[in-house]
């Protein structure tokens, strides 16, 4: 009888074995360490991938650390949030540092099966499409919520004075939004804030007021100087030298996507001479 390498000698018989049966082993013998070195290879790209999830999620929370630490320093000065008035008006935007020492052998290690990954979450979110409630003649029907924003309502577009858009930004007069942020008068809680655009002659006038102090308005030139005030007060009531870094045009819901469409809706958009438009006419 001849030996077959491989083949669990006690069942080595002529008896047992025939040719057909024997094929049959071997191919299904193949297969099995198919799979297990396919299985291996799997792991070990899921391992791979793994780590550099980790790798990314150490890089961000160091991104937020580094943020926090620059609007400690200067990202709520209210002096130098006026002074970067003309730059959009006062649009808040922090640059961040890129570590490239930090898990370089990771970051090369299977890139394109991670980036796989990440392109396919955030394609999965863009997908996410926010229904716009309409009325019967496709008239946007107000209020309108957006996560932690709510319309009030979009206000006018004052095309034939400049200082009312920008090139990426249009400030309608009684524009209106609410949101909820900390409470600037009780160190436990947070409040409703509405947030207004105003005729200020020259340009807007951005307001607040919050719901839990309805007697007090604060003001200012930019969306970024009003919150300025509103997260210096709330810092204070907390006794918290320290203030997050904020955006007034996300705040006020500028930024938003949904809104810059909502408002491109509105009359005399076109006649805004240096703002670009985001959506097609």
Not at 54 to 67: D, M
Not at 83 to 101: F, L, W
Not at 120 to 139: A, L, V
Not at 149 to 171: A, C, P, Q
């Amino acid at each position: 009888m001849t030996t077959q390498n491989g083949i669990d000698v006690g069942c080595q018989t002529e008896d047992v074995w025939t040719d057909d049966r024997l094929r049959k082993y071997r191919r299904m013998k193949r297969k099995i360490l198919d799979f297990i070195t396919k299985h291996k290879s799997a792991q070990q790209a899921l391992d791979r991938a793994n780590r550099r999830i980790q790798s990314l999620h150490r890089e961000k929370s160091k991104t937020q650390r580094r943020s926090s630490a620059k609007g400690n320093d200067d990202a709520m000065d209210i002096s130098q949030t006026e002074d970067n008035a003309d730059d959009d008006n006062g649009e808040a935007e922090e640059e961040v540092e890129e570590d490239d020492e930090e898990d370089e052998e990771d970051q090369i290690e299977d890139d394109e099966e991670v980036e796989a990954v990440v392109t396919k979450k955030r394609t999965s979110s863009r997908r996410k499409k926010i229904e716009i409630p309409r009325d019967e003649n496709g008239t946007v029907k107000l209020p309108f919520s957006i996560a932690s924003l709510t319309i009030i309502n979009l206000g006018t577009v004052v095309w034939d004075r400049s200082g009312f858009h920008s090139e990426r930004y249009i400030w309608p007069v009684n524009y209106c939004v609410e949101r909820t942020y900390m409470s600037m008068v009780d160190p436990t809680s947070q409040t409703t804030y509405v947030c207004k655009v105003e005729d200020g002659n020259e340009g807007p006038l951005f307001t607040i007021r919050a719901a839990d102090a309805p007697e007090e308005t604060l003001s200012a030139k930019t969306a970024t100087g009003v919150w300025a005030l509103v997260i210096k007060r709330a810092n204070e009531v907390r006794q918290k030298e320290s203030s997050n870094a904020i955006s007034g045009p996300e705040y006020y819901g500028f930024a938003h996507p949904i809104v810059a469409e909502l408002i491109e809706e509105l009359d005399g958009v076109d006649k805004c001479t240096r703002y670009v438009r985001r959506t097609e006419a």
